[in-house]
């Protein structure tokens, strides 16, 4: 069993104080007294060698993504609801990234889909505070945070769609996509993370579930991912963000995974919610190697670079704690890895030149169940891969 180190019991103090705090209904500080981490939990899900995507042989349309009121089209980031609490526990959340006549970076809508056949579009929310839709994270509490391409906006939404907040200084420069990272239990933190494929960095967002009236710190935890400066449907860098929250008795495996289409790299950070500081993780470049403040504590891995992947943008992350990414060149390749990066299978969608898969979402609880969800902005679809 590992031990904790120096740093995490320094948080762990923290996060006792903040429980105190609420005890007293007073309202819980963000930052570093109250992160809760846990020990080096790399060895707590063993590696499956199944490939799920060999089984997955049925393509499925839920439905259209095109919004009824305003005509958005170019489906982009999906995210699952996990709560009824305004949104309803199974539907999923999926961005417009282009608007009716088909302009890249000028859709605005989120909408809300059922996950079964014949599905319609429901507009959650329409904001020019998401323009260039390409980020939809939902927490354990349904607050949708939405980012925007080009509005260069990371917006909270309520259960019901209403504008809460935007968050438009530094560090956030252009959203490229983000995700909620949250295990679960009572008091330990939930987090935003938010990928910039200008600056080619990852900011922390961070907050607790039971605090609602405190301030947020906004920190960019990671720097030096590539960027390829492209514009529309063409720009790469930082994205795919998935959080692994699978827990085993009182530990969470806490990792944080993301994809670089610029250079071509599926990267873990072990230990997310350690971290802290700014640039706590530097990227070298090339992408391969990583400058890490703590290294005890949190720290950045290569799982595996070049081909397959050609310009990976999407990612999901399967039950059995493996990943699926979608290049967008070379066609509409899916490609099957695990954790330690070994590439388990290829799937192509289809043999477009045009890049149509932008949104990638597992579902199932394990081998036997899963589901892979993807939009294809070819057709303005939620598809679904199944048995």
Not at 25 to 48: E, F, H, K, Y
Not at 131 to 155: F, K, P, W
Not at 166 to 189: K, L, N, T
Request: charged share 20%.
């Amino acid at each position: 069993m590992p031990t904790l180190n120096n740093r995490v019991l320094a948080l762990a103090a923290g996060a006792l104080f903040a429980t105190a705090a609420c005890a007293g209904n007073a309202t819980v500080p963000t930052g570093a007294d109250s992160r809760v981490s846990l020990p080096d939990t790399s060895s707590i899900v063993p590696s499956d060698t199944t490939s799920i995507l060999k089984k997955l042989t049925k393509d499925v349309e839920i439905g259209s993504t095109v919004d009824l009121k305003n005509g958005d089209t170019g489906p982009r980031a999906i995210s699952l609801v996990r709560s009824t609490f305004g949104l309803k526990k199974g539907q999923m959340l999926v961005c417009n990234f282009d608007d009716a006549a088909g302009t890249a970076g000028k859709g605005s809508t989120i909408e809300v889909l059922n996950p079964r056949p014949h599905s319609k579009p429901v507009t959650f929310t329409q904001s020019s505070r998401i323009e260039g839709c390409d980020g939809d994270a939902v927490t354990a509490e349904n607050q949708v945070y939405g980012a925007g391409l080009s509005s260069h906006l990371v917006s909270q939404f309520t259960q019901v769609g209403a504008l809460k907040k935007s968050y438009h200084r530094s560090p956030i420069q252009v959203p490229f996509d983000d995700a909620d990272a949250f295990c679960g239990f009572p008091y330990a933190p939930e987090d935003i993370y938010v990928a910039d494929s200008k600056a080619g960095s990852i900011v922390k967002v961070s907050f607790l579930p039971v605090s609602r009236s405190g301030k947020v710190k906004m920190t960019e935890v990671i720097a030096g991912f590539g960027v390829n400066k492209g514009s529309g449907w063409s720009v790469l860098g930082p994205s795919g963000i998935q959080y692994n929250s699978h827990r085993t008795g009182s530990l969470c495996n806490d990792t944080l995974y993301i994809v670089d289409g610029a250079d071509n790299t599926v990267v873990a950070v072990s230990n997310a919610s350690q971290l802290l500081e700014k640039d706590e993780i530097v990227v070298q470049s090339g992408g391969k190697k990583f400058k890490c403040a703590h290294p005890k504590a949190t720290c950045a891995t290569l799982v595996y670079s070049g081909a397959p992947l050609d310009a990976p943008v999407a990612s999901a992350l399967l039950p059995n704690g493996n990943l699926i990414v979608a290049n967008t060149r070379g066609g509409n390749k899916l490609v099957e890895l695990t954790p330690a990066g070994r590439i388990l299978d290829t799937k192509t969608i289809d043999k477009s030149a045009t890049a149509h898969v932008f949104g990638l979402l597992a579902t199932g609880t394990s081998d036997s169940d899963t589901a892979l969800f993807y939009t294809d902005s070819g057709t303005n679809t939620l598809q679904e891969l199944e048995r």
